[in-house]
């Protein structure tokens, strides 16, 4: 643990109980104030508690026992109205005090997390002094979560008072990449020079302090690094992250106001267009494009479409789309945007492109019918053989992949295209399909197609929930070396097919026994209670070991950010199995479980981050907030959140799959939340 000193000798106060603020510091001050205390029994026991609170070691099991043998009223602490006292409360009981709540102690994991309480949503700083600045102070208390969420948000006096007990600690570079990506400056300014950071340390800070849109973070830092530090890479690096915000004061200046403009060729140019086209300005663009073309290149528009689909970023797709003409478009571009469109099954933009000129049938190649197969999009299936050359695009595994998948007007369709191509398989498999239905066609590519495509096979049937098929394909893909059951198992969880989860597993449990564990995560996005009961109990039948402890928390946190408590009951229940978990934090979990009702499991979150400061391996800083952000953005979780960005999360790299999905629900709130947290959403025309 860090060795604690005292803080400032100046901010100690210089008048008995000043300290506590409220109503105690002001009668303290009066004249007569001994005669009050002495008469009045509820002010004497206030202040009696007060003293004893000041001369107690300041322990988290000290401090939390004296508060609930005290048991303050909830119209006490109102009228106390002690900043001092309400961040005790908040401590012991995990909730801010609001004049209502009744005092019941929340259990902490360990020291850490009774101090980060003190830190967020609402921050305790006077708490936070007295408790560190005391010659009572006890070595317990391991401030490098605490560092890491002050940077977090800005609170630069309380990084002034734990930057002394840091000794070199590792989290201070991570506290100081979170303070620049959050754009605090004086934060910023504080953590510097404490740094002992490569080069490229430095050049990512730079890159950070674009993304946090805070022009005079980013001056402050050119001006801070060494001399040399920036390069060419770097500098286009900084342009794409303005860029990809909509930082058009950002942009500017690094074109043309700074050192870095002289290291922006023409080609970063070109890339920075490109990087940019979904979410900047017109104007931007337009003064990408001129310094683009001045050097003599091209903007490679077709690659840039190319790059939009691959991203299905279909707004930017189809403005650009309308700048294109069919001739500056390659043979190869053609085939390779019929490829990625039919591999999403996008039958409107197939046709869009079609109808353009941007393709023709020379560019439906054999892998396209595939790929559109595979996407079980019938309609797609449909234009592919309508537009295509049949001898073309035309292979006879296809209508096996359509079989596997279980889809049986797709695989009607395929089987009447081949009654003409392949006349003597055709009947084969028509007969096998009447008798059998897909599972009998299944069962024919076995000797009739290579080993890889059986796997594929095997794969599509569990992606698509067709039991049958996975059940008649297992015994003949389980091989030496890689197995297939594994990416088989994550599709169907991933697709919530609970049927082929079940057998998977079982057919898994000698040979591969610990799959289960390592599938829990993908098991909480896919927000499944039954399919997530499967896999703990597989998990618990191998006797859970300290190992697991990784794995099982870092699902119930998903759970937990994602706002879905019937799945943390589960992971809940596999939790109390692993060892040395202590019953501190079972307790924690299991109170603000229970309010998950009323605050849609903000209380929960809180709980689990504390926890995570906590536990090893468990909280690695960095970007842990970000992803936590990014689980509750993409569940429609407004409330954690808003929870998770007033402890520090930031908004910019939420993805546009979160934010789309959002749209799509009818959550302008949090759509709208979320972009003025620096979310980015793509340009208009």
């Known amino acids: 643990m860090n060795r604690l000193v005292d803080a400032d000798e100046a901010k100690k106060p210089q008048v008995p109980y000043e300290q506590w603020g409220g109503l105690p510091a002001t009668l303290a001050a009066l004249d007569g104030f001994d005669t009050v205390r002495a008469n009045d029994p509820w002010i004497g026991g206030v202040f009696d508690k007060l003293d004893k609170l000041d001369q107690a070691p300041r322990t988290a099991v000290t401090l939390a026992s004296l508060m609930s043998a005290f048991h303050f009223e909830p119209e006490d602490m109102n009228r106390i109205n002690s900043p001092l006292l309400d961040g005790l409360w908040k401590a012991v009981t995990g909730r801010d005090p609001d004049g209502r709540t009744l005092y019941a102690a929340h259990p902490v994991v360990d020291a850490s997390s009774f101090m980060m309480r003190l830190i967020f949503p609402r921050f305790y700083e006077s708490t936070l002094r007295w408790l560190l600045s005391s010659s009572t102070k006890p070595a317990e208390y391991d401030i490098r979560p605490a560092l890491y969420f002050a940077a977090a948000l800005g609170r630069v006096s309380t990084v002034d008072l734990l930057l002394p007990l840091t000794n070199g600690s590792s989290q201070l570079p991570i506290a100081l990449r979170r303070a620049v990506l959050n754009g605090h400056l004086q934060v910023a300014e504080a953590l510097f020079p404490k740094r002992s950071q490569t080069v490229e340390d430095d050049r990512d800070l730079l890159v950070m302090a674009v993304k946090s849109k805070h022009l005079p973070l980013v001056k402050w830092l050119l001006g801070s690094v060494p001399v040399g530090c920036v ?122 492109l079609l109808d353009t000129g941007l393709i023709d049938t020379h560019a439906f190649i054999p892998d396209c019918l595939r790929r559109a197969v595979e996407s079980n999009s019938l309609s797609t299936v449909q234009l592919v ?277 959002a749209e799509q629900r009818g959550q302008t709130s949090l759509v709208s939340l979320l972009v003025s947290r620096g979310a980015q959403i793509p340009a208009v025309g």
């Open 385 to 661: 053989l309508t537009h295509a050359s049949a001898a073309g695009v035309w292979r006879d595994e296809v209508v096996f992949r359509a079989a596997a998948i279980g889809n049986g007007d797709l695989l009607k369709m395929l089987l009447e295209f081949m009654r003409q191509r392949n006349p003597v398989l055709h009947a084969d498999l028509e007969a096998r399909f009447r008798s059998d239905g897909p599972t009998g066609v299944v069962l024919a590519a076995a000797g009739s197609v290579p080993d890889g495509v059986v796997a594929a096979l095997f794969i599509l049937a569990a992606q698509h929930g067709y039991l049958a098929a996975v059940t008649a394909l297992c015994g003949q893909v389980v091989q030496p070396g890689i197995d297939p059951r594994v990416l088989a198992l994550r599709r169907a969880i991933k697709d919530r097919h609970r049927s082929v989860v079940e057998f998977l597993l079982q057919s898994m449990e000698q040979k591969n026994p610990h799959s289960a564990l390592f599938q829990l995560q993908h098991g909480a996005i896919a927000a499944d209670p039954e399919i997530l009961t499967l896999l703990c109990h597989y998990c618990a039948k191998r006797k859970p070991t300290n190992g697991f402890l990784v794995e099982v928390w870092q699902a119930f946190s998903t759970a937990a950010f994602r706002g879905l408590r019937q799945c943390c009951a589960v992971l809940l229940s596999l939790l109390r199995q692993v060892p040395n978990v202590p019953d501190t934090l079972l307790q924690a979990l299991v109170s603000s479980m229970a309010l998950h009702e009323q605050d849609g499991g903000v209380w929960l979150v809180c709980t689990v981050l504390e926890a995570s400061a906590s536990l090893p391996d468990a909280f690695h800083g960095g970007n842990y907030l970000d992803i936590a952000l990014e689980h509750a953005a993409d569940a429609g979780q407004e409330g954690i959140a808003r929870l998770l960005l007033e402890a520090g999360a930031n908004a910019s790299e939420i993805s546009q799959d979160a934010l789309s999905q």
């Open 231 to 352: 390069d060419s890479f770097t500098a286009a690096q900084m342009l794409f992250a303005a860029l990809r915000n909509g930082d058009d004061i950002t942009i500017e200046y690094l074109l043309s106001g700074h050192d870095v403009a002289a290291l922006i060729s023409s080609l970063t140019c070109k890339l920075a267009y490109h990087a940019g086209f979904e979410f900047a300005s017109e104007r931007v663009l337009q003064n990408l494009a001129d310094r683009a073309q001045a050097g003599g290149g091209s903007l490679d528009l077709p690659d840039l479409l190319l790059a939009l689909l691959r991203d299905r970023a279909e707004r930017a797709f189809r403005r650009l789309l309308q700048r294109i003409s069919p001739a500056d478009v390659t043979a190869d571009t053609r085939e390779v945007l019929v490829i990625v469109a039919t591999e999403q099954g996008n039958t409107a933009v197939l046709q869009l």
